[in-house]
DNA sequence: TATATTTGCAACCGATTGGTTTCATAATAA
DNA sequence: TTATTATGAAACCAATCGGTTGCAAATATA
């Protein structure tokens, strides 16, 4: 099974939770009544959070405040770093490179 | 079915060819030496990233040569965007929230 | 104690995914 | 013209995904 941020923030219901508790810590069910799901969905996406340790869990009695862990976020904004000096930097010439390639061939 | 440039950066391999193509524009066949897996599952890919604007496509003869669109793989940077307040300046600030939850509880 | 609440987990289900093989089409080369 | 090459598309398949219902365990409340 494949457990990684970028699986992770590629369903839209995981991504909206994830905005959710970057603002504050929240219980399943309380993440739950925002979203036209089951509560056992939203701790089945909350779990595979987990699992990528893009969430962190704290436990309080019986319930349970998840919150986002912003460290493990980082990790997809690092591999998106390589492509940010293309699309600043040197977005012209990228542009040029199918030219380039099609002049070395005469 | 779901196209957006989330589902298309969530396959590992989907992510090696944008790096490959990043750095300049390749046939699928090109491509598809680079992976163990057959032309047909890298043109699959192609065309997903294709459908997501993630790629650009130009013909030339009988070769059609794929290439990064950066443009839209900023997208995916907007949305980070929210969160690198959160790792950079409130990163102390957030840790405390599950606390200030349950002080305000008593 | 008895009951209600919060939660995770297992079993199941239809849809989607990523892969394969096969085939058709278009462009180049012999 | 006749091969060969480059590519996309279709049909199929096992695995995974996102959802459901039902249940068990632990904590809080009457």
Redesign the interface.
């Known amino acids: 099974m494949?457990r990684?941020p970028?699986?992770a923030?590629?369903d839209?219901t995981r991504?909206a939770i994830?905005?959710l508790i970057?603002v504050?810590?929240m219980t399943p069910n309380a993440i739950a009544v925002h979203f036209d799901t089951t509560r056992q969905a939203v701790s089945k996406h909350l779990r595979i959070l987990s699992e990528c340790r893009l969430v962190k869990q704290?436990r309080?009695g019986r319930e349970i405040?998840y919150?986002?862990n912003?460290?493990k976020?980082?990790e997809?904004?690092k591999?998106?770093e390589?492509?940010?000096k293309?699309?600043e930097d040197r977005?012209n010439q990228?542009d040029n490179?199918?030219a380039t390639?099609?002049n070395n061939k005469k």
Do not use: N
Request: aromatic share 16%.
């Open positions: 494949r990684d970028f699986q923030i590629a839209p991504r994830i905005l970057a504050q810590a704290e309080s405040y919150q986002l912003p460290t976020m980082k997809i904004d591999w998106l390589q492509f940010r293309i699309w977005f990228l490179v199918l390639i099609k």
